[in-house]
């Protein structure tokens, strides 16, 4: 009886160890999807004067020849500012990337055109006024002085889209109100207007 | 249990803190048109001689005395500019004196107590000038309360641009 008793034991273990030492075989597969690229698009705008003529260059300039190209000088200068004068001129913004954008930002920077004369023209700025409006529809960017343009770049008051290879028309007048004052005879800066696009999508 | 509400919460506040300071990343560009330049006018009126136009001592009734005053626009932009006098207030000899002011063709812009002497509205194109006669003569029928008497005037110019104005 004891014999028998231990030859079960004996079987029922070593079942046990073969039962588990044994590795799983069921049935499997494996598949890939293949061929998951991303290419992600653009940004781009450039942006031109646009009064016709030649490009690039200024939109504003007191003499001609600050106006080049050509080299003979720009065609339409303005000569020097002074209360109540005003003049418009046009930037072609366009849309050379891959998305859709808006214009959402505008700013600019000031420099003393006279440095090192112990005078800072640049105060000037805060006499001068600038308007930036989509020239057919009047559609308003910006409405404020020189020299807040500068502490930007500052959010357009609406956002223009220009969808891609698209191009927007904006109309800049910068004027001198007629009760600037005496503090700003005598002044002369260099300016440079930024504008700034952003994706349309998702926001 | 307490120590796994305080971990969980110090994970949730850093991950709020991380969330919260992240800017916007968003695709963008911008494009500039530089160059531009603004230069302002100036509004300068000169005067030559600056002092001492007029000047006489020792004057009897009948004495009078001459100076030719050039007015000169040094600024940039055409101006208008008028002429006042700031008389003499201790003294009543400027209001005794005559004074007559003509231009360059004798045409009299002026006459009248020197104390009131002015000249209104006269126009300067940028670079141009023009030369004013002051006569300045103690009238002949000047009588004793004037003797030993003295007073200084100044002729004072104001300009202003003549554009939008």
Redesign the interface.
């Known amino acids: 009886m004891k014999n028998r008793i231990l030859v079960s034991v004996l079987v029922v273990t070593t079942t046990l160890v073969l039962v588990g030492g044994a590795t799983f075989a069921l049935f499997t597969d494996s598949a890939s999807n293949t061929g998951n690229s991303f290419e992600t698009g653009t940004v781009v705008i450039t942006a031109e004067r646009n009064l016709g003529e030649a490009i690039p260059g200024p939109m504003f300039y007191t003499t001609a020849l600050q106006g080049a190209p050509p080299a003979t000088g720009g065609l339409y200068p303005t000569g020097e500012y002074y209360p109540g004068q005003s003049f418009a001129r046009y930037l072609n913004v366009k849309n050379e990337g891959t998305l859709n954008v808006y214009l959402y930002q505008v700013g600019a920077t000031v420099t003393d055109a006279t440095p090192g004369d112990g005078v800072d023209d640049t105060v000037l700025a805060g006499g001068l006024n600038v308007r930036i409006e989509q020239a057919l529809s009047g559609t308003l960017l910006y409405d404020g002085t020189l020299a807040a343009l500068t502490a930007g770049p500052v959010n357009t008051v609406n956002l223009l889209p220009i969808a891609v290879g698209g191009t927007q028309n904006l109309k800049y007048t910068v004027s001198m109100p007629i009760d600037a004052g005496d503090v700003y005879q005598g002044k002369s800066i260099i300016v440079e207007f930024v504008v700034y696009a952003r994706q349309q999508a998702n926001i | 249990m307490r120590r796994k509400i305080m971990v969980s919460l110090l994970v949730i506040a850093v991950t709020a803190v991380m969330v919260g300071g992240a800017s916007l990343a ?18 300068d009126i000169a005067l030559s001689p600056a002092s001492a136009l007029v000047t006489h001592g020792n004057m009897a009734p009948g004495d009078s005395v001459s100076g030719d005053l050039t007015v000169t626009n040094s ?3 055409e101006l208008r500019y008028a002429m006042t006098t700031t008389g003499d207030d201790a003294s009543t000899l400027d209001e005794q004196l005559e004074c007559t002011i003509k231009d360059s063709s004798d045409t009299v812009l002026y006459t009248g107590p020197l104390s009131g002497a002015q000249l209104g509205d006269r126009v300067l194109d940028s670079g141009d000038s023009e030369v004013l006669t002051f006569i300045v003569e103690l009238p002949l029928d000047t009588d004793n309360d004037y003797q030993g008497q003295s007073c200084t005037v100044s002729f004072d110019f104001a300009a202003e ?1 003549t ?3």
């Not at chain 2, 968003?26 to 509004?43: H, K, L, P």
């Open positions: 968003i695709f963008t560009d911008s494009a500039s048109n530089t160059g531009n330049t603004f230069a302002t006018g100036t509004v600024g940039s932009l641009q554009a939008n104005n």
